[in-house]
């Protein structure tokens, strides 16, 4: 009974290493995603943290509620596609610990 449960714990352990990993790997990885044709350009990593937000002249000069929308839009886009990096990310653990690999 302790031999399984000694076994369950080294698991555990080696997936929160493993999930360490990930974070930092994830923290490494860059993406750049524009919208409104590149006026407004969003640079995220695997983690979903914002790096830096560049902003047309053009688009400055809307009236903020349009301004504000575009900035929206561009902002759940750069979420969308950071969730997708790192949603690959942690299936790849999981199916390093679930036997057969169920995903």
Not at 35 to 52: A, H
Not at 85 to 98: P, T
Request: aromatic share 2%; glycine share 8%; no cysteine.
């Amino acid at each position: 009974m302790f031999g399984k449960i000694g076994d369950m714990m080294g698991k555990l352990k080696e997936a929160k290493q493993k999930m360490e990993e990930t974070k930092a790997k994830l923290e490494t990885i860059e993406m750049d995603v524009e919208s409104l044709n590149g006026e407004i350009k969003i640079r995220i990593n695997g983690n979903r943290k914002i790096k830096t937000i560049t902003v047309s002249e053009r688009i400055k000069n809307l009236p903020m509620n349009e301004f504000e929308s575009a900035l929206l839009v561009a902002t759940n886009k750069a979420i969308e596609e950071a969730n997708e990096i790192n949603e690959g990310e942690m299936k790849k653990i999981a199916m390093g610990m679930i036997p057969g690999g169920l995903f």
